[in-house]
């Protein structure tokens, strides 16, 4: 059969071919001959030469004559780059066309190359070819020979090339009703069915496949030995019977299946109607199952598709949700982004500043206590009459010593612990410069006064090689490091209240302008470059005591956490602050300790070292 459809369909193609060929042969021919003699002697517009090429006939096959003298002429005078070479290249698609499928071909494929290079357009052409000459396999359409050929490829392996070539053969009747589904299925229940089977068994199975399912020529059904022999004219009569048929047919007695006739009449309305009537049933009661289940599928798939969408644009939407930072969180990030760099600023003012107190407790050269405490005693006196003396103090006693008494905002800042570096958040101390600013010199005739008020005296060289003055100068050294201690602490207190580096301070005014604090008030309490000490205030107390930061907590949950991990972050600062002053807390207590039982850890010394000299004095017998 398949042989046989192979062969009508090839000779009417090549008839057709061969019959169209011939009669274009003869009309171009007659055409080009009245085109020649009768061509006049200028070139031809573009207009003029398509108007001379014959419109294509639907219908009549695509040859080589018709393409070389009809569709090269014309897209050459379209002005379209490299067309012969490109419809060259196309050939064995448009040899497969009518002339109107070639045309409105060549129309598309000259659109969809207008921006190509000829390298591209020629691989779209192959292109082209591959899907024209090998048409991919459309659900619920029959394969045709080509498309059951390429099965064989999904058997080898475990077959070679030929075998798989035969074992499509034989399953060629059935594929030949089969659209590329069912084909795919059949292959696959054959693989799974011819498992563990030689070459022979497998091909037995297939031909058993290929024609039990060719529908078009089922098999016979195998002769029943069991039939009784024919009696008289008519057919086997089946099961028990009590009656027989006579050579004259059917009688009063005997029943029409004994009529020859009659029963070749009930054989032809069963094959001929009846089978093939609930066949046909059964097919469209299996379709229409199939669809109703298809319908059920669809609804499935409506479902799964609806609910896939919702899902995605509910995440969608919590993640421009969560997603979207809070202005708090800007104002956090804002008021925090020096902090480290004010923190490291603050340290290093600590250290110039016990540098510098140390410089002055042991003598150091260049400074006020160089040559000695009288000349330590007289700078001080200096300044103190004329900056910090109050003339009203002590019922104006002060009058004669204060020379005009100093400014107001000044007076007694270098004893007033409190109004000289308590009270301030910033202080105008920034000692990693050259420039002295009032606060510092307050500060440091604030800590003259607080340690070492009065200065050891200078040792002349010439006693320091005494045996003294070894024990002398190493009780000096005890001193000064028992007072580094507590000039730490001091220190500590002045580098955190030193100038900042101004990047927030106007982000922390605005804040604390929120709060309704005048702008002089503002200055006074942050300063113009908010130090360290201020900014740990605002970010750890003030900024909380303002309404609005409440209600920016009434946003999303994914801001509120943020919030939450950086309070905790900020947490851990302060607390790393508290920690840092509980250690030289426990440092100043250990010394105060150290320094109360000093007189008594000398007298329990001194009863040893006389208990023991009484012991030598007075050896027992």
């Not at 517009?45 to 639907?58: D, G, K, N």
């Not at 060629?172 to 799974?192: K, Y």
């Not at 023991?612 to 004095?617: D, P, Q, Y």
């Amino acid at each position: 059969m398949h042989a046989e459809k192979e062969m009508k369909t090839g000779r009417h193609k090549t008839g057709a071919k061969k019959g169209g060929a011939a009669r274009w042969s003869l009309l171009f021919a007659a055409l080009f001959a009245v085109a020649f003699f009768s061509a006049p002697a200028r070139p031809l517009h573009m207009t003029e030469a398509l108007a001379q090429v014959p419109p294509p006939i639907p219908g009549v096959p695509t040859d080589d004559l018709y393409i070389d003298t009809v569709l090269k002429p014309k897209y050459a005078a379209l002005g379209i780059p490299n067309s012969d070479a490109l419809i060259d290249r196309l050939r064995p698609s448009l040899l497969t066309q009518d002339q109107g499928g070639s045309d409105a071909l060549l129309g598309r494929f000259f659109d969809d190359t207008g921006g190509l290079t000829l390298a591209e357009a020629l691989d779209f052409a192959d292109t082209t070819n591959n899907s024209v000459l090998n048409p991919p396999a459309v659900p619920g359409v029959p394969l045709d020979n080509a498309q059951i050929d390429a099965l064989a490829g999904q058997l080898s392996p475990p077959y070679s090339a030929a075998e798989a070539g035969q074992i499509i053969d034989a399953l060629r009747p059935a594929l030949d009703n089969m659209d590329a589904g069912q084909a795919q299925r059949l292959i696959d229940a054959f693989l799974d069915a011819s498992q563990g089977m030689d070459f022979d068994d497998a091909l037995a199975l297939a031909e058993n496949l290929g024609s039990t399912l060719d529908t078009d020529n089922p098999p016979e059904p195998p002769p029943d030995d069991t039939d009784p022999p024919d009696t008289g004219s008519g057919p086997p009569v089946p099961g028990d019977t009590d009656y027989e048929c006579d050579d004259e047919g059917d009688t009063e007695t005997t029943p029409s299946l004994c009529d020859a006739q009659h029963v070749d009449d009930l054989d032809g309305y069963m094959l001929g109607y009846w089978i093939p009537a609930y066949q046909n049933m059964t097919y469209q009661l299996s379709v229409l199952m199939m669809h109703q289940i298809s319908l059920v599928g669809y609804l499935l798939d409506a479902k799964e598709q609806l609910e896939a969408q919702r899902l995605f644009r509910q995440l969608a939407a919590e993640a421009h949700r969560d997603y979207q930072p809070d202005t708090l969180m800007c104002r956090f990030g804002t008021n925090i982004r020096s902090l480290a760099t004010t923190e490291a600023k603050a340290k290093a003012n600590t250290r110039l500043l016990n540098k510098a107190l140390m410089d002055r407790e042991v003598l150091a050269a260049n400074g006020s206590s160089s040559v000695g405490m009288e000349h330590d005693f007289q700078d001080r006196l200096r300044q103190f009459k004329g900056t910090y003396c109050d003339v009203n103090d002590s019922n104006q006693y002060l009058g004669g010593l204060c020379d005009t008494g100093g400014a107001a905002n000044r007076v007694n800042r270098d004893v007033n612990y409190a109004t000289t570096i308590e009270n301030n958040y910033t202080l105008d101390v920034d000692f990693t410069d050259a420039v002295t600013t009032i606060d510092e010199q307050d500060i440091m005739s604030l800590a003259k006064n607080l340690f070492s008020f009065g200065t050891f005296t200078k040792i002349p060289e010439k006693h320091l090689v005494e045996e003294f003055a070894g024990d002398d100068y190493q009780n000096t050294r005890t001193l000064n490091a028992i007072r580094s201690v507590a000039r730490n602490s001091f220190s500590s207190l002045v580098g955190m209240r030193a100038t900042g580096t101004g990047t927030v301070g106007p982000f922390m005014r605005h804040m604390i302008a929120e709060m309704g604090v005048p702008d002089g008030e503002i200055d006074q309490f942050l300063g113009e470059n908010p130090s360290y000490f201020a900014q740990m205030e605002v970010l750890t107390r003030k900024m909380y005591q303002n309404p609005a930061f409440y209600e920016n907590l009434y946003t999303t949950p994914a801001n509120l956490a943020r919030v939450g991990v950086t309070l905790q972050a900020v947490a851990l600062m302060q607390n790393r602050d508290r920690y840092e002053a509980a250690l030289r807390r426990e440092m100043l207590t250990s010394l105060i300790l150290e320094l109360n039982i000093r007189e008594h850890q000398k007298d329990i010394t001194n009863n040893v070292l006389g208990g023991v000299s009484k012991l030598f004095a007075n050896p027992p017998p």
